[in-house]
């Protein structure tokens, strides 16, 4: 199954961006995004679960960032506001099946999508 993210691109600091993730013919996913800034690991940033549309969100993102779905289009969004140039990195939507309770771990996921760079100046 391929996961299709879009939406990065290179914007001023405080600026926004919303990223999309199309996964396309799949229902009961829960879905997340993580980041990769080059040279470090990929970390978690949000989800949100299938069943209960739970969203948790990683510390350094709470309050500016928000996950979102629309299940009629099989796609989930980052809405990210007041960027800052440490949000700089490649974004990766994940998925899984059913619900997910250990959501910051990369193994938790199946399906991953190509990744979206988000770049943003000072």
């Known amino acids: 199954v391929q996961l299709q993210a879009s939406g990065g691109g290179l914007v001023q600091a405080g600026g926004s961006l919303r990223l999309s993730c199309l996964a396309p013919g799949r229902t009961r996913i829960s879905y997340a995004w993580f980041r990769q800034a080059s040279g470090k690991e990929r970390e978690f940033v949000a989800v949100?679960?299938?069943?209960?549309?739970?969203?948790y969100y990683a510390d350094h993102v709470k309050g500016r960032f928000t996950i979102s779905r629309d299940n009629a289009k099989n796609t989930v969004y980052l809405q990210m506001n007041s960027l800052k140039p440490e949000d700089t990195a490649v974004y990766y939507c994940?998925?899984?099946?059913?619900?997910?309770?250990?959501?910051?771990?990369?193994?938790?996921?199946?399906?991953w999508g190509q990744g979206t760079q988000v770049t943003v100046s000072s």
């Open positions: 949100i679960t299938w069943s209960l549309g739970s969203r």
């Open positions: 994940a998925s899984r099946y059913g619900d997910v309770s250990d959501y910051a771990r990369t193994g938790a996921y199946d399906y």
